[in-house]
Nanobody, 127 residues
Framework: VQLQAYGGGLVQAGDSLRLSCAASGRTFSSYSVGWFRQAPGKEREFVAGISRSGTNTRAADSVKGRFTISRDTAKNMVILQVNSLKPEDTAVYYC?????????????????????WGQGTLVTVSS
């Protein structure tokens, strides 16, 4: 599975972006998908995830109410809509898929649970 995240950019605080994760080789409906981010000098952290079934989503407390994850089945993409951006949201954002696991409704938050990663897309939020 090859993943590509894109849609990042330089924005001002309060702006919005639409981050996309595209997959080749398999359809996203086969996987649980997560978005993570890594700021300079910090560890990679979970941002949001969607279950394989698409019925469940999870978001980190720091982004709840501002970030929304969804599937675009027709385009075989997973979207992270990021609104009300803050300077502390500045990071490289990565998408990842989890191919293991039995439950189609589970959303993992640990990066160790994900099997394939795409190259990140940089989001820079100025104050």
């Amino acid at each position: 599975v090859q993943l590509q995240a894109y849609g990042g950019g330089l924005v001002q605080a309060g702006d919005s972006l639409r981050l996309s994760c595209a997959a080749s080789g398999r359809t996203f409906s086969s996987y649980s998908v997560g978005w993570f981010r890594q700021a300079p000098g910090k560890e990679r952290e979970f941002v949001a995830g969607i279950s394989r079934s698409g019925t469940n989503t999870r978001a980190a407390d720091s982004v709840k109410g501002r970030f929304t994850i969804s599937r675009d089945t027709a385009k075989n993409m997973v979207i992270l809509q990021v609104n009300s951006l803050k300077p502390e949201d500045t990071a490289v954002y990565y998408c990842a898929v989890r191919v293991s696991g039995v439950s189609s409704a589970y959303v993992a938050t640990s990066s160790d649970s994900y099997d394939y990663w795409g190259q990140g897309t940089l989001v820079t939020v100025s104050s």
